[in-house]
Protein backbone atom coordinates (compact mmCIF):
# COMPACT_ATOMS: atom_id res chain seq x y z
CA UNK A 1 0.00 0.00 0.00
CA UNK A 2 1.76 3.07 -0.91
CA UNK A 3 1.56 6.39 1.17
CA UNK A 4 -1.07 7.97 -0.87
CA UNK A 5 -3.58 5.31 -0.87
CA UNK A 6 -3.40 5.15 2.64
CA UNK A 7 -4.16 8.58 2.60
CA UNK A 8 -6.98 8.33 0.49
CA UNK A 9 -8.43 5.14 2.80
CA UNK A 10 -8.46 7.28 5.84
CA UNK A 11 -9.91 9.79 4.71
CA UNK A 12 -12.85 7.96 3.63
CA UNK A 13 -12.60 5.79 6.62
CA UNK A 14 -15.81 7.77 8.01
CA UNK A 15 -17.67 6.84 4.99
CA UNK A 16 -19.62 2.83 4.76
CA UNK A 17 -18.63 0.41 2.44
CA UNK A 18 -21.59 -0.33 1.67
CA UNK A 19 -21.64 1.95 -1.47
CA UNK A 20 -21.58 0.66 -5.43
CA UNK A 21 -19.60 1.80 -7.79
CA UNK A 22 -21.38 1.79 -11.33
CA UNK A 23 -19.51 1.05 -15.02
CA UNK A 24 -21.93 2.93 -16.86
CA UNK A 25 -21.37 3.07 -20.49
CA UNK A 26 -24.29 5.14 -21.69
CA UNK A 27 -26.63 2.41 -22.71
CA UNK A 28 -30.04 0.48 -21.84
CA UNK A 29 -28.11 -2.19 -19.72
CA UNK A 30 -26.06 -0.01 -17.60
CA UNK A 31 -28.38 2.42 -16.98
CA UNK A 32 -30.70 -0.23 -15.78
CA UNK A 33 -27.69 -1.38 -13.43
CA UNK A 34 -27.93 2.14 -11.99
CA UNK A 35 -31.16 2.60 -11.19
CA UNK A 36 -31.19 -1.18 -9.67
CA UNK A 37 -27.92 -0.25 -7.53
CA UNK A 38 -29.96 3.03 -6.59
CA UNK A 39 -32.76 1.35 -5.19
CA UNK A 40 -30.44 -1.39 -3.45
CA UNK A 41 -27.78 1.28 -2.48
CA UNK A 42 -29.33 4.30 -2.18
CA UNK A 43 -29.09 6.96 -4.47
CA UNK A 44 -26.45 8.80 -2.11
CA UNK A 45 -24.36 5.88 -1.83
CA UNK A 46 -23.67 5.29 -5.94
CA UNK A 47 -21.49 6.73 -8.40
CA UNK A 48 -20.70 5.89 -11.57
CA UNK A 49 -17.63 5.78 -13.69
CA UNK A 50 -17.81 6.00 -17.54
CA UNK A 51 -14.24 4.60 -19.70
CA UNK A 52 -13.22 6.53 -22.91
CA UNK A 53 -11.28 3.67 -24.84
CA UNK A 54 -11.18 5.50 -27.87
CA UNK A 55 -14.70 4.59 -29.18
CA UNK A 56 -15.96 5.99 -32.56
CA UNK A 57 -18.76 6.61 -31.36
CA UNK A 58 -18.03 9.88 -28.98
CA UNK A 59 -21.96 9.87 -28.67
CA UNK A 60 -21.46 7.50 -25.83
CA UNK A 61 -19.37 9.40 -23.92
CA UNK A 62 -22.05 12.00 -23.94
CA UNK A 63 -24.87 9.73 -22.99
CA UNK A 64 -23.50 8.19 -19.92
CA UNK A 65 -22.51 11.82 -18.61
CA UNK A 66 -26.35 12.56 -18.97
CA UNK A 67 -27.40 9.33 -17.65
CA UNK A 68 -25.46 10.19 -14.32
CA UNK A 69 -27.19 13.71 -14.19
CA UNK A 70 -30.68 12.83 -14.88
CA UNK A 71 -30.49 10.01 -12.19
CA UNK A 72 -28.71 11.85 -9.67
CA UNK A 73 -25.28 10.48 -9.14
CA UNK A 74 -21.61 11.17 -9.92
CA UNK A 75 -19.82 10.53 -12.72
CA UNK A 76 -15.68 9.82 -13.38
CA UNK A 77 -14.51 9.76 -16.74
CA UNK A 78 -11.09 7.48 -17.00
CA UNK A 79 -9.15 7.53 -20.29
CA UNK A 80 -7.68 4.28 -21.34
CA UNK A 81 -6.47 4.60 -24.98
CA UNK A 82 -4.53 1.00 -25.12
CA UNK A 83 -7.68 -0.34 -26.99
CA UNK A 84 -7.91 2.42 -29.66
CA UNK A 85 -4.19 1.76 -30.05
CA UNK A 86 -4.50 -2.31 -30.48
CA UNK A 87 -7.26 -1.67 -32.77
CA UNK A 88 -8.56 -4.58 -35.20
CA UNK A 89 -12.20 -4.13 -33.88
CA UNK A 90 -15.84 -2.16 -34.98
CA UNK A 91 -16.00 -0.11 -31.63
CA UNK A 92 -12.64 1.64 -32.07
CA UNK A 93 -11.76 1.82 -35.42
CA UNK A 94 -13.45 1.35 -39.01
CA UNK A 95 -11.08 -1.68 -40.28
CA UNK A 96 -13.37 -3.98 -39.27
CA UNK A 97 -16.85 -2.91 -40.60
CA UNK A 98 -15.88 -3.39 -43.90
CA UNK A 99 -18.26 -6.60 -44.19
CA UNK A 100 -20.70 -4.61 -41.59
CA UNK A 101 -20.71 -4.18 -37.63
CA UNK A 102 -21.85 -6.94 -35.67
CA UNK A 103 -20.84 -10.03 -38.11
CA UNK A 104 -19.19 -12.62 -36.77
CA UNK A 105 -15.44 -13.75 -37.79
CA UNK A 106 -15.34 -16.90 -39.39
CA UNK A 107 -12.26 -17.93 -37.30
CA UNK A 108 -12.44 -16.75 -33.95
CA UNK A 109 -16.51 -17.08 -33.94
CA UNK A 110 -16.72 -13.46 -32.24
CA UNK A 111 -18.65 -10.67 -33.45
CA UNK A 112 -16.51 -7.93 -35.05
CA UNK A 113 -17.75 -5.90 -32.03
CA UNK A 114 -15.93 -8.16 -29.55
CA UNK A 115 -13.14 -5.78 -28.13
CA UNK A 116 -10.51 -8.45 -26.50
CA UNK A 117 -10.16 -7.97 -22.58
CA UNK A 118 -12.17 -4.79 -22.56
CA UNK A 119 -14.51 -5.95 -19.46
CA UNK A 120 -11.60 -7.41 -17.80
CA UNK A 121 -9.99 -4.15 -17.54
CA UNK A 122 -13.08 -2.15 -17.13
CA UNK A 123 -13.59 -4.06 -14.34
CA UNK A 124 -9.74 -4.04 -12.89
CA UNK A 125 -9.99 -0.57 -13.18
CA UNK A 126 -13.42 -0.10 -11.73
CA UNK A 127 -11.83 -1.94 -8.65
CA UNK A 128 -9.07 0.06 -8.20
CA UNK A 129 -10.85 3.23 -8.32
CA UNK A 130 -13.68 1.50 -6.08
CA UNK A 131 -10.55 0.60 -3.62
CA UNK A 132 -8.99 4.24 -3.75
CA UNK A 133 -12.54 5.20 -2.44
CA UNK A 134 -13.29 2.41 -0.13
CA UNK A 135 -16.34 1.71 -2.05
CA UNK A 136 -17.66 -2.13 -1.76
CA UNK A 137 -19.26 -3.16 -4.51
CA UNK A 138 -19.52 -2.71 -8.64
CA UNK A 139 -22.05 -2.88 -10.61
CA UNK A 140 -21.69 -3.92 -14.08
CA UNK A 141 -24.46 -4.80 -16.72
CA UNK A 142 -22.51 -7.46 -18.49
CA UNK A 143 -25.15 -10.77 -19.08
CA UNK A 144 -24.71 -14.05 -20.54
CA UNK A 145 -28.32 -14.61 -21.79
CA UNK A 146 -29.38 -13.03 -25.17
CA UNK A 147 -25.46 -11.88 -25.52
CA UNK A 148 -23.53 -11.20 -28.31
CA UNK A 149 -21.07 -13.94 -27.62
CA UNK A 150 -19.26 -12.28 -25.86
CA UNK A 151 -17.39 -14.20 -23.63
CA UNK A 152 -15.77 -11.72 -20.91
CA UNK A 153 -19.64 -11.24 -20.00
CA UNK A 154 -20.37 -14.95 -18.79
CA UNK A 155 -20.50 -15.68 -15.03
CA UNK A 156 -17.90 -17.83 -14.71
CA UNK A 157 -15.77 -15.08 -16.07
CA UNK A 158 -17.14 -12.57 -13.46
CA UNK A 159 -16.52 -14.77 -10.78
CA UNK A 160 -12.80 -15.47 -11.76
CA UNK A 161 -12.48 -11.59 -12.08
CA UNK A 162 -14.36 -11.09 -8.68
CA UNK A 163 -11.51 -13.78 -7.08
CA UNK A 164 -8.12 -12.56 -9.00
CA UNK A 165 -8.95 -8.71 -7.86
CA UNK A 166 -9.68 -10.02 -4.12
CA UNK A 167 -6.16 -11.42 -3.73
CA UNK A 168 -4.59 -8.87 -5.85
CA UNK A 169 -6.35 -5.79 -3.82
CA UNK A 170 -6.30 -7.80 -0.18
CA UNK A 171 -10.33 -6.71 -0.61
CA UNK A 172 -13.89 -7.72 0.10
CA UNK A 173 -15.05 -6.32 -3.04
CA UNK A 174 -18.17 -7.75 -4.60
CA UNK A 175 -18.72 -7.37 -8.40
CA UNK A 176 -23.05 -7.47 -8.98
CA UNK A 177 -24.18 -8.41 -11.92
CA UNK A 178 -28.24 -8.11 -11.84
CA UNK A 179 -28.73 -8.65 -15.48
CA UNK A 180 -26.42 -11.92 -15.89
CA UNK A 181 -28.78 -14.47 -16.22
CA UNK A 182 -32.21 -12.13 -17.46
CA UNK A 183 -33.32 -11.59 -21.17
CA UNK A 184 -33.72 -8.15 -22.99
CA UNK A 185 -37.34 -9.09 -21.95
CA UNK A 186 -36.79 -9.25 -18.50
CA UNK A 187 -34.03 -6.37 -18.39
CA UNK A 188 -36.55 -3.77 -19.84
CA UNK A 189 -39.21 -4.88 -17.44
CA UNK A 190 -36.86 -4.50 -14.40
CA UNK A 191 -35.99 -0.93 -16.03
CA UNK A 192 -39.53 -0.27 -15.79
CA UNK A 193 -40.11 -1.35 -12.45
CA UNK A 194 -36.86 0.40 -10.99
CA UNK A 195 -38.32 4.15 -12.89
CA UNK A 196 -35.86 3.94 -15.20
CA UNK A 197 -37.83 3.79 -18.19
CA UNK A 198 -37.83 7.99 -19.25
CA UNK A 199 -34.30 7.76 -18.52
CA UNK A 200 -33.75 5.52 -21.26
CA UNK A 201 -34.51 8.00 -23.93
CA UNK A 202 -30.80 9.10 -23.07
CA UNK A 203 -29.08 6.05 -23.45
CA UNK A 204 -27.63 4.62 -26.67
CA UNK A 205 -26.89 1.32 -27.82
CA UNK A 206 -26.58 1.53 -31.78
CA UNK A 207 -23.17 -0.08 -32.86
CA UNK A 208 -23.86 2.77 -36.08
CA UNK A 209 -23.47 5.52 -33.68
CA UNK A 210 -27.14 6.26 -34.81
CA UNK A 211 -29.62 8.96 -32.96
CA UNK A 212 -32.11 8.15 -33.35
CA UNK A 213 -30.79 4.51 -33.48
CA UNK A 214 -30.41 3.00 -37.23
CA UNK A 215 -33.02 0.29 -36.45
CA UNK A 216 -30.66 -2.55 -38.46
CA UNK A 217 -27.32 -2.92 -36.53
CA UNK A 218 -27.49 -6.25 -34.20
CA UNK A 219 -27.72 -4.08 -30.65
CA UNK A 220 -30.60 -1.58 -32.52
CA UNK A 221 -32.00 -5.34 -33.16
CA UNK A 222 -31.94 -6.65 -29.74
CA UNK A 223 -32.73 -3.64 -27.96
CA UNK A 224 -36.14 -3.37 -30.26
CA UNK A 225 -36.86 -7.08 -30.01
CA UNK A 226 -36.70 -7.01 -25.88
CA UNK A 227 -39.07 -3.59 -25.78
CA UNK A 228 -41.30 -5.18 -28.26
CA UNK A 229 -41.31 -8.46 -25.90
CA UNK A 230 -42.07 -6.44 -22.80
CA UNK A 231 -44.79 -4.79 -24.26
CA UNK A 232 -43.74 -1.45 -23.93
CA UNK A 233 -42.58 1.23 -26.42
CA UNK A 234 -38.69 2.59 -26.11
CA UNK A 235 -38.76 6.13 -25.35
CA UNK A 236 -35.51 6.76 -27.53
CA UNK A 237 -37.52 5.66 -30.68
CA UNK A 238 -39.16 9.04 -29.84
CA UNK A 239 -36.44 11.00 -30.00
CA UNK A 240 -36.05 13.20 -33.01
ZN1 LIG B 1 -28.03 0.50 -34.79
Not at 5 to 21: M, N
Not at 98 to 126: K, Y
Request: charged share 20%; proline share 4%; with cysteine.
Amino acid sequence: MNVRSEKVRSEKAGEPRDRALVVLSGGQDSTTCLYWAIDRFGRDRVSSVTFDYGQRHRLELECATKVAAAAGVSNVRLPIDTFATLGGNALTDDTATATGVGDVDADTRLPNTFVPGRNLVFLTFAAALAWQRNIGHLVTGVAQTDYSGYPDCRAETVAALQQAIRLGMESDLAIHTPLMHLSKKQTVELAVALGALDVMALTHSCYNGKRPPCGTCPACELRARGFAEAGVDDPLLAVT
